[in-house]
């Protein structure tokens, strides 16, 4: 316990699909995305502990830990499970194609590289997730000639393109996602679903994979 702060026994530090979201959806480092990324490299959920916060927050001032997980959980980034929850069991080709299909209202979804080659897909014919993978690739090409405009002029900072239709609904989105040196980008056709722990599943499988430990 420290100043107004208080750390409830017995939980497990989780992020929320949110908070995989906001870790993951840029390529800038703050202190709450430092944390959330250091979380989704640990193997198994870690104990709501002052010893683990000041770990994964790489800080050893116990109120500022207080004051980083509070802001975290003020935004709805992190909760707290009751029970510990193991990274998901299974070869990450395995892992993929069953946690996207929990990602699109009608399941139609795939993961990209930044190359433009999917690495999986649930709903789309080969042909045309070879398209949208390609297309996702040309789009992330657009947006760096014009990250200056889009953010600085017109303060538009989410990465994120899509393909509407005359009311403004989204037809087909396509989402990057930031693990360390690595872009890959989830394209969905229709609404998506990111608010699943299926979500944050498929980020923390693609951190274990790819990222390394940020100092």
Same mark, same amino acid.
């Given at each position: 316990?420290s100043?107004?702060?208080?750390?409830t026994e017995?939980?497990y530090l989780?992020?929320?699909p949110?908070?995989?979201y906001y870790?993951?959806?840029?390529?800038?480092?703050?202190?709450?995305r430092?944390?959330?990324?250091?979380?989704?490299?640990?193997?198994?959920?870690?104990?709501?502990?002052?010893?683990?916060?000041q770990?994964?927050?790489n800080h050893?001032?116990?109120e500022?830990?207080?004051?980083l997980?509070?802001?975290?959980?003020?935004?709805?980034?992190?909760?707290?499970?009751?029970?510990?929850?193991?990274?998901?069991i299974?070869?990450?080709?395995s892992?993929l194609p069953?946690?996207?299909?929990?990602?699109?209202e009608?399941?139609?979804?795939?993961?990209?590289?930044?190359?433009?080659? =999917?690495l999986?897909t %649930?709903?789309?014919?080969? @042909?045309?997730?070879?398209e949208?993978? #390609? $297309? &996702?690739?040309?789009? /992330? +090409?657009?947006?760096?000639?014009?990250a200056?405009?889009?953010?600085?002029n017109m303060?538009?900072?989410?990465?994120?393109?899509?393909?509407?239709?005359v009311f403004?609904?989204?037809?087909v989105?396509?989402?990057?996602?930031?693990?360390?040196?690595?872009?890959?980008?989830?394209?969905? =056709?229709?609404?998506? %679903?990111?608010?699943?722990? @299926?979500?944050?599943?498929?980020?923390? #499988? $693609? &951190?274990i994979?790819? /990222? +390394?430990?940020?100092?």
């Open positions: 316990m100043g107004d702060y208080s750390l017995g939980l989780y992020p929320t949110a908070g995989a870790a993951v959806c840029s390529m800038e480092t703050d202190k709450p430092q944390f959330l990324r250091r979380l989704l490299l640990q193997p198994q959920t870690p104990a709501l502990t002052l010893d683990n916060l770990d994964l927050m050893d001032d116990p500022k830990c207080f004051e997980l509070h802001h975290c959980q003020k935004l709805r980034w992190i909760q707290g499970v009751a029970e510990p929850i193991e990274y998901p299974g070869s990450l080709e892992l069953q946690l996207l299909s929990k990602l699109s009608n399941g139609k979804v795939l993961l990209a590289e930044k190359q433009g080659f =999917y999986a %649930h709903g789309f014919p080969h @042909e045309v997730a070879e949208l993978s #390609a $297309l &996702s690739a040309e789009i /992330a +090409t657009v947006h760096d000639r014009r200056g405009l889009l953010a600085n303060g538009l900072m989410s990465q994120a393109w899509s393909i509407v239709d403004g609904n989204s037809e989105g396509f989402w990057p996602l930031f693990i360390s040196n690595n872009r890959f980008v989830i394209a969905v =056709y229709g609404i998506p %679903h990111f608010n699943q722990p @299926e979500f944050v599943s498929l980020v923390w #499988a $693609l &951190s994979r790819y /990222a +390394t430990k940020e100092s």
